[in-house]
């Protein structure tokens, strides 16, 4: 026999055995013990739950097998007023839910159990008891209190059941809206629970608690359809632009973020949540809506504002009662005052895309006439729209240099009245 291998492996396992760790386990209970992590602040190592400490028994394993072990219990008062209650590594003195210190020689370990009989979730039903604009109150006729313990100092905590509420709400993106789960943890059930008002119908479920699932014995209910009363919208605003290069197209001022030069063709759209009867677009001549001119009960609204002036739009829906109303951001179109300037010449056909083209500069220009006459008092060209130009041609030829004249007639949407008449001179053209 090798004396000195043997001697070896004797020496290695005394070794492990020393450097072992020690542990705590539960037996002779209806159900497994759930044990749950500790904050350090507590001063414990761990949470343990069990079903009910009847006939409960723990097992500790020391360090090393020469450990003393000591067992203590404590209450509210913490750790600093444990008293002994038993010695060995096996310990069955458990009465109800209570603090443990487990002493090995000078190291000591603190958890508490919980005995979850004392305070078990009860099957019940979920019941919506009111509901309001913003919130909706459910009661359960069972019951799942708070469950307590202490930490080793005696500060009073509580055990998170993690009780899952589930129920459907509407989430909005920019235009629209669409059905989403919403899913709560419950640390416990008390009087009553609120939710914020769900959008949409719904059923409420109740599922727990987080120790009946573990031990397979998990509580669902679900509450009858609730018919949402709470409503909400979203609302858009979208200008149409225009790629005019004579046109001045400045906003007008007065923080307004649409508008600029008339007409202003502006497309508003919203979408509502699922209680919303009463839907309406409102202009107004004030930010406060006090004075409204034009009301347009469409999620669509179309509208050109063709008159300087600042103008305030917004969207409001409500339910069928009228008890629950949303109300949208306003947006502001500002219109701003008419101009308009004529050029007095141009050159025709001499560079490509450099002033060959007569155009007038406007702004806020809802009626426009313009006709363009030569010398012999032959109108040559005419122009209903402030954004249109004259080639310099007539009849698909472009005109002799020389001087031309024009006559305008129109009308800004300030109602500023233009009677304009002038010459055109045509400079270095070309002719064909």
């Given at each position: 026999?090798?004396?000195?291998?043997?001697?070896?492996?004797?020496?290695w396992?005394?070794g492990c055995m020393a450097?072992?760790?020690?542990?705590l386990?539960?037996?002779?209970?209806?159900?497994s013990?759930?044990r749950?992590d500790?904050d350090?602040?507590?001063?414990?190592?761990?949470?343990?739950?069990?079903?009910?400490?009847?006939?409960?028994?723990?097992?500790?394993?020391?360090?090393?097998?020469?450990?003393q072990?000591?067992?203590?219990?404590?209450?509210y008062?913490g750790?600093?007023?444990?008293?002994?209650?038993?010695?060995?590594l096996?310990f069955?003195?458990f009465?109800?839910s209570?603090?443990?210190i487990?002493?090995?020689d000078d190291?000591?370990?603190?958890?508490?159990?919980?005995?979850?009989?004392?305070?078990?979730m009860?099957?019940?039903e979920?019941t919506v008891?009111?509901?309001?604009?913003?919130?909706?109150?459910?009661?359960?006729?069972?019951?799942a209190?708070?469950?307590?313990?202490y930490?080793a100092?005696?500060?009073?905590?509580?055990?998170?059941r993690?009780?899952?509420?589930?129920y459907y709400?509407?989430?909005?993106?920019?235009?629209?809206?669409?059905?989403h789960?919403?899913t709560?943890?419950l640390?416990?059930?008390?009087a009553?629970?609120?939710?914020p008002?769900p959008l949409?119908?719904t059923?409420?479920s109740?599922s727990?608690?987080r120790f009946l699932?573990?031990w397979?014995?998990g509580?669902?209910?679900?509450?009858?359809?609730?018919?949402p009363?709470a409503?909400?919208?979203?609302?858009?605003?979208?200008?149409?632009?225009?790629?005019?290069?004579n046109?001045q197209?400045t906003?007008?001022?007065?923080?307004?973020?649409?508008?600029?030069?008339?007409p202003?063709?502006m497309?508003?759209?919203?979408?509502?949540?699922?209680?919303?009867?009463?839907?309406e677009?409102?202009v107004?001549?004030?930010?406060?809506?006090?004075?409204?001119?034009?009301?347009?009960?469409?999620?669509?609204?179309?509208?050109?504002?063709?008159?300087?002036?600042?103008?305030y739009?917004?969207?409001?829906?409500?339910?069928?009662?009228?008890?629950?109303?949303?109300?949208?951001d306003?947006?502001?179109?500002?219109?701003g005052e008419?101009?308009?300037?004529c050029p007095?010449?141009?050159?025709p056909?001499?560079?490509e895309?450099?002033n060959d083209?007569w155009k007038v500069?406007?702004?806020?220009?809802v009626?426009?006439?313009?006709?363009?006459?030569?010398?012999?008092?032959?109108?040559?060209?005419?122009?209903n729209?402030?954004?249109q130009?004259?080639?310099?041609?007539?009849k698909?030829?472009?005109?002799?240099?020389?001087v031309?004249y024009?006559?305008?007639?129109?009308?800004?949407?300030?109602?500023?009245?233009?009677?304009?008449?002038g010459?055109?001179?045509i400079?270095?053209?070309?002719?064909r």
């Amino acid at each position: 026999m090798n004396y000195r291998l043997l001697t070896h492996l004797l020496l290695w396992a005394l070794g492990c055995m020393a450097l072992r760790a020690s542990s705590l386990t539960f037996s002779g209970g209806e159900h497994s013990v759930v044990r749950l992590d500790a904050d350090k602040s507590t001063g414990l190592s761990a949470i343990y739950v069990a079903y009910s400490t009847d006939g409960l028994s723990a097992a500790y394993t020391p360090d090393s097998d020469a450990a003393q072990v000591r067992w203590y219990s404590y209450g509210y008062r913490g750790g600093a007023y444990a008293e002994q209650v038993g010695s060995g590594l096996n310990f069955n003195g458990f009465n109800g839910s209570g603090g443990y210190i487990v002493e090995e020689d000078d190291k000591r370990t603190y958890l508490w159990l919980c005995d979850y009989s004392s305070a078990p979730m009860t099957a019940g039903e979920l019941t919506v008891t009111s509901a309001d604009c913003s919130a909706t109150e459910l009661s359960y006729s069972g019951s799942a209190p708070a469950l307590t313990y202490y930490s080793a100092t005696g500060r009073k905590l509580e055990i998170d059941r993690d009780i899952s509420l589930t129920y459907y709400t509407l989430m909005a993106d920019e235009n629209s809206f669409s059905q989403h789960t919403v899913t709560r943890s419950l640390p416990y059930i008390g009087a009553t629970i609120s939710v914020p008002a769900p959008l949409c119908a719904t059923r409420f479920s109740i599922s727990g608690d987080r120790f009946l699932r573990a031990w397979g014995l998990g509580i669902d209910c679900s509450s009858v359809v609730f018919n949402p009363v709470a409503v909400e919208a979203v609302s858009s605003a979208v200008q149409a632009g225009r790629d005019v290069p004579n046109e001045q197209t400045t906003p007008a001022g007065d923080g307004a973020a649409f508008g600029g030069s008339a007409p202003v063709a502006m497309t508003f759209s919203a979408a509502v949540s699922d209680a919303a009867v009463f839907m309406e677009w409102q202009v107004a001549d004030d930010p406060d809506f006090n004075s409204i001119t034009l009301r347009e009960r469409a999620l669509c609204f179309e509208h050109t504002f063709t008159e300087t002036a600042t103008s305030y739009v917004r969207f409001v829906c409500a339910n069928a009662d009228g008890s629950c109303e949303w109300t949208g951001d306003t947006y502001t179109v500002a219109i701003g005052e008419s101009r308009l300037r004529c050029p007095n010449a141009f050159s025709p056909g001499a560079s490509e895309g450099v002033n060959d083209e007569w155009k007038v500069s406007y702004r806020s220009i809802v009626q426009f006439e313009c006709h363009i006459f030569n010398s012999l008092g032959v109108k040559i060209a005419q122009l209903n729209d402030p954004a249109q130009g004259w080639d310099g041609k007539y009849k698909g030829s472009f005109v002799k240099p020389g001087v031309y004249y024009y006559v305008i007639k129109a009308r800004g949407a300030d109602g500023k009245a233009y009677n304009l008449s002038g010459d055109i001179n045509i400079v270095g053209s070309r002719t064909r």
